[in-house]
């Protein structure tokens, strides 16, 4: 975690585009390679933990959106596929090779997922999300 006379820096894949909840935003907004965690909190009434707490989160959800965005490997799809398995059942597989029809011929993890996603309930998207996350794959 970050102290207050350190000087944050954007992660280095973090983009404008980037989803990240408004508290974060806010500041990685005053981010700007010279002002210091207290400078930031000072600027936005905010405490340094607090600064550091939401520097925090912008590196884990850029680290999330990386991985999301990365090209489907046989590894990868195994685990998803695993994940899977254990919520719907030996149907999984089949899930799977109907999502990999439909996100076409280089696919993406976030293409992978969100193609499954649409073929489960909301009971088992909550389950599948579960599993995904003991794995660290979202």
């Known amino acids: 975690m970050s102290l207050p006379g350190d000087v944050p820096r954007w992660p280095a894949a973090l983009r404008d585009e980037t989803p990240l909840p ?3 935003w806010r500041v990685m907004d005053h981010v700007d390679g010279r002002r210091s965690v207290a400078d ?4 936005l009434g905010l405490s340094a933990h607090t600064v550091a707490q939401a520097l925090a989160q912008a590196n884990e959800w850029t680290q999330r959106a990386s991985q999301r965005s990365q090209a489907l490997t046989p590894a990868l799809r195994e685990s998803v596929e695993q994940c899977l398995l254990s919520v719907v059942g030996p149907i999984g597989e089949v899930v799977v090779d109907d999502a990999l029809q439909d996100v076409g011929e280089s ?3 976030e293409g992978l ?3 499954i996603a649409e073929q489960l ?3 088992q998207l909550h389950a599948f999300v579960r599993q995904l996350r003991a794995r660290n794959l979202t």
């Open 107 to 109: 696919p993406s993890l």
């Open 113 to 115: 997922l969100s193609a």
């Open 121 to 123: 309930s909301e009971a």
């Open 22 to 24: 408004y508290a974060v």
């Open 40 to 43: 930031i909190g000072r600027a």
